[in-house]
């Protein structure tokens, strides 16, 4: 017995307002889809409510059908931004990587073991060098390399790729290009980057050598939806490990892939299982 | 801004059956009672249902009436148990103690900060020695020593306490005495043991000893309610932390009681906040 | 820079006695071989001494050659195992699998991107399942199919692809038969298994649906050199991972697949890199 | 059986060049010194040696005095500085406060169990607030508040009451006047403060609630020396805590405490079980 497979996944957020969790369990009980676990939080400091259900329709299809039906106007009244999720959804991702291979290799992995419900229509990089990886996963890999003249046609091919293959995500697994302000703004809320340090610690370049210099004794990674400022994008989740003096530069580099390759692959999950609820620049994450 | 000092919190649980979640909710929206954070689970294990809210009364004392009011026959229906904490409700609790110190001080330290809400009325022990402890904090101490003869009678004297102090909850903080089935069963779910050990790991004495003849590379510490089976009662939290070959049986003590400390205080503060749910031999536990 | 990549590794151990320290630090400084890193611990308990040196041979070969020309007898009299690995020195490992892949999958792309300096020159399995999985890494599979009739000809021929591909060491990455006593005995020290559990906690057969009806809030892994007694040989390096009541058992499979991958790959780790010393039933580690 | 009871700690530091560990190694076994741990590093980062030995003086006082003989000199030869302390040495620790307990309360906890081996002759604050905590645990309060005129005076006080007492270390357990060069100068390598975040990540003023601005799901602290550039002294060592949208800044202020209060008696165990070393603006650490 597991515990998410024939569940239904109701996300909803608003402006607070009295009646914001009525309005969502009522109209459930009434068209007899079973709530399993829900949660809710409506945030004092943004003024913002966010609730995420996870049901079962005790009449099937039929169930679903009504409660659409008399949710909509109710959720309309709340001003309520609102998603129904299907247990047999599998959201589809492109994911933009360039030379490190550490966390495609991982999020491949664990897609092909079935931990994260997903499908990727296909991978872009503006290298060819992890082909080989797509192509043995049976994955369309498509090179669109970039230069400072060629980046706005680049993207625009890009952006396209994204729209015919119908993505709803798009993950950064250490793509070492910096989104142009306009794709970032058509991916707001559905482009999630691997930033290799515990922001707001170490921006730029090298963040690893930053660290060894100062002689920390920890190392983070932070993954964050993409927004136009760099590296400082709203964080869904962060990862940390231990270090000592004995870890030149180039061994946090490597440390550092361990802990980037889990936090990019545990924000990824967050994101497809619907947990993760953006207001302005702040998330609220409702963990497994 | 604290998330929690000014809201009040709503506990209730029950079989699990459709409604259980709308019920509550409405009645809270029906009386202005505003819902800061929810969380609730269905179990298909124990087929139980388990909710807990925090909310704030916009009517002020008034909503609260209306919702007791109008809810209690409502849960009745339900068959379900409920119970409302007022946020300047402070539970009454009793410490059981005997030589070891670590979790005492590290509970009247919690307590005296304002981590851990609750009021302290006594300790009791079946020794003298940590009464210098309870009297710079200002805390009554009992002294019950206890043989096998006279244990019948001390329990009872120390059932009589606990009554006469009003408290609602027994935390046994390293206390060496093992409680009689009677009294286990007069604190059904509401007494909280710490065990020096990852349960089921190493049971019976010297746990920390077991360990290191294993050559261990972890130790660990389960905080549980006190049933009547000995250190198996339901979990409500468990830390670990890592040691080596070069710790001793004497230096894994040193370092378990700092996980026992840590755990227990959890366990106590998940309690107090009413975050833990027994079902038979499980918990629900909805952490911060 | 990286701390290891140039770096010879000495290691020795012996019974305790005066002078163990000395005689290696002696030997190398006489011979021009500079020390970088140098742990070594005297055990009480077991009454055996352990070092482990990092060091660079400032005359080259010259300097190795002669070490070993004057260690060697000096080493003697102190009844000295030792073992000098050159920085180039890939130890030859086999693998051994059935059918769960999580294990495999993530040794195999830690050995690919160079966090294990090893070479796996076959790969073996009583399934034919993870066939697919070698052959895109290029790795010969040998599929050895067990029954109870054909066990002990079919673990004769295991042992001679083990000889034949000279492996000095050989991975149980959850490979479901158990050895028997005679190729346990041969494979003394150099077979490293992963026991899905913290052990002692849960032996024996499905040990996640233990914890589960346990209502565990941590799931571990062990990992630990083989030896006649089942799944409690002497322990390598363990994990663990939180869990909660929403986790039915299949979910703590899932969690523990990473703990286990996570927990293996350090343990083997440990073992290539000279790390681990064994003495009788426990383990001295010097981690990085 | 505990680790180190019964041991001497010699440590040493110098210049890196061949010969420093032998040195060390050779005159202690001619003194008929047991080694029982021992950890070198030689940094090529910043070309220094650090060594740290555990042992036993099996001729009792005269193999000490034998070695301190034959060293003294030897050392001198490597511009080694080097210390050798008595299992029976207890540090003299000023620590020093301003209205925060939590350090403090935690320091004298451990310190009156028996997990931090040295003495406090006195505690220093610039505030009353903390004497009866003091008094409790029977240590000297002196009270020197600082205003902007009379801080040159009352860090003289400061500077004389330290040498007064005979202190080797300083710990700023929260203590918030930050020390004038000159006196940081006089106290470099011997004075340890407590950073309420990760540094380098947020420094000045109200680090959590930078941190919760930026919306974090960890928060961290930090163990330094201190030196003229403030809260950048050479890091000791790092502690994590992780954290959710439900955490307002007071929360976090809460949380981070305890990750503060274990960080610190962290770092000064480290520190009086001589497992620091300093070179330059970087730590070498080896923790047990």
Known sequence: MTAHED???????????????????????ETENYVFAMNSFDDRATESFSIRVELRPLGGQQSIER???????RAAAFDMQWELKAPDHRPRVAILVSKYDHCLNDLLYRYRKGELAMDIPLIISNHPDLKPLADWHGIPYFHLPITPETKPQQEAELWQLIQDHDCELVVLARYMQVLSPDLAAKLDGRAINIHHSL????????PYHQAWDKGVKLVGATAHYVNNDLDEGPIITQGVQSVDHSHYPEDLVARGQDI???????AVRYHIEKRVFLHDNRTVVFPD
């Open 199 to 206: 922001l707001p610690g170490f921006k730029g370049a090298k």
């Open 67 to 73: 409660f659409c039906a008399i949710f909509e106007e």
């Open 260 to 266: 980037e390759s889990q936090t990019l692959a545990r």
């Open 7 to 29: 569940l239904w996944i109701l996300t909803a957020q608003c402006p607070s307002r009295l009646g914001t969790v009525d309005v969502v369990t009522r109209s459930l009980a």
